[in-house]
């Protein structure tokens, strides 16, 4: 891991754990996240979007041994569905727990990724806790796939904008997202 690379995780991880809401790069696309169990820092995500607050964002996890902590009831295909997708997937389960809540939907749902990636990782990791995931954009608008692309709004509007991996360009999209029943059935949301 690069020097570089290590100085914007400590930090970021000082940033979280102080309620600031940042532009920092996932798996997928950019995003403006914040600590995930925040419920202010959740709120000033919704305000910097202009987005409803019905409208829910999606959680991040480092490991799938997580999700028990934030929701009551995993059906086992959840697990597959992980540890055999091509690329990242986001699933959208039923019964959330130990979660704000302005960031769980009106049904109780709640939209989690088990990122992969040095950055979301070691933050997740280090930080212990998941982070807020939503794209930088302003709500309606197209999603950004890259930093170049994001809003000076959203970069000025954040508390701080992580400063690695602003000229990756790589054929990026958002995660697939799936919306798991109980019962094991699925259907996609979001290809």
């Excluded at 990122?115 to 302003?138: F, H, Q, W």
């Excluded at 809003?151 to 509007?157: C, F, L, S």
Aim: with cysteine; proline share 5%.
């Amino acid at each position: 891991m690069s020097e570089k690379l290590s100085e914007e995780i400590e930090k970021s991880v000082s940033l979280f754990r102080q309620g600031k809401i940042l532009l920092y790069p996932t798996d997928t696309v950019w995003g403006i996240g914040c600590d995930a169990t925040n419920a202010k820092a959740v709120s000033r995500i919704f305000q910097l979007k202009n987005r409803q607050e019905q409208k829910s964002m999606i959680v991040l996890l480092d490991a799938k041994e997580k999700l028990k902590d934030y929701v009551e009831e995993i059906p086992p295909i959840a697990y597959d569905l992980i540890d055999n997708a091509a690329s990242p997937i986001t699933i959208v389960y039923n019964r959330a727990k130990n979660l704000p809540s302005n960031l769980i939907a009106a049904d109780g749902s709640i939209a989690i990724r088990i990122v992969k990636g040095d950055y979301c990782v070691e933050v997740i990791r280090k930080l212990g806790k998941p982070l807020v995931s939503t794209s930088a954009n302003i709500s309606g608008e197209p999603t950004p796939t890259t930093f170049e692309q994001i809003p000076e709004v959203i970069k000025q509007k954040v508390d701080y904008v992580v400063d690695i991996y602003h000229g990756r360009v790589r054929s990026v999209r958002p995660s697939t997202v799936l919306k798991l029943e109980e019962n094991g059935t699925f259907k996609i949301l979001r290809l």
